[in-house]
């Protein structure tokens, strides 16, 4: 049974940084992309960050473009986001997802077969 389970998420101030982290279990991560979203209240579900498998390219949001790090550790079956700068706008419910098998990264969550429960980060102004 394929598990997500995120982390790190919290209350911090306008210009802090904060990583989220998102241990998998129940699969073979090494074949899987891993992409992080994000939903604020009223919003769609966005997509901020991607990571293909092996960590064989990056991609971000333009909103997330130079701010955050997505990054993978194998060894430990974990994807993790690298927040620094946060905004207020940043505020929302952070899920990690994996892409579909033989999938790569893509913007569209609809893509992705299996979310994690969500971690609460708020920025305050």
């Known amino acids: 049974q394929v598990q997500l389970v995120e982390s790190g998420g919290g209350l911090v101030q306008a210009g802090d940084s904060l990583r989220l982290s998102c241990a998998a279990s129940?699969?073979?991560?090494?074949?899987?992309?891993m992409a992080w979203f994000r939903q604020s209240p009223g919003k769609e579900r966005e997509f901020v960050a991607g990571?293909?498998?092996?960590?064989?390219?990056?991609y971000y949001a333009d909103s997330a473009k130079g701010r955050f790090t997505i990054a993978r550790d194998d060894a430990k079956n974990t994807v993790y986001l690298q927040m620094n700068s946060l905004k207020p706008e940043d505020t929302a419910v952070y899920y990690c997802?994996?892409?579909?098998?033989?999938?790569?990264?893509?913007?569209?969550?609809?893509?992705?077969?299996?979310w994690g429960q969500g971690a609460q980060v708020t920025v305050s102004s």
């Open positions: 129940g699969l073979t991560f090494t074949l899987y992309a």
């Open positions: 997802a994996r892409a579909r098998p033989g999938d790569g990264i893509t913007q569209t969550s609809g893509k992705y077969d299996y």
């Open positions: 990571i293909r498998r092996s960590g064989r390219g990056t």
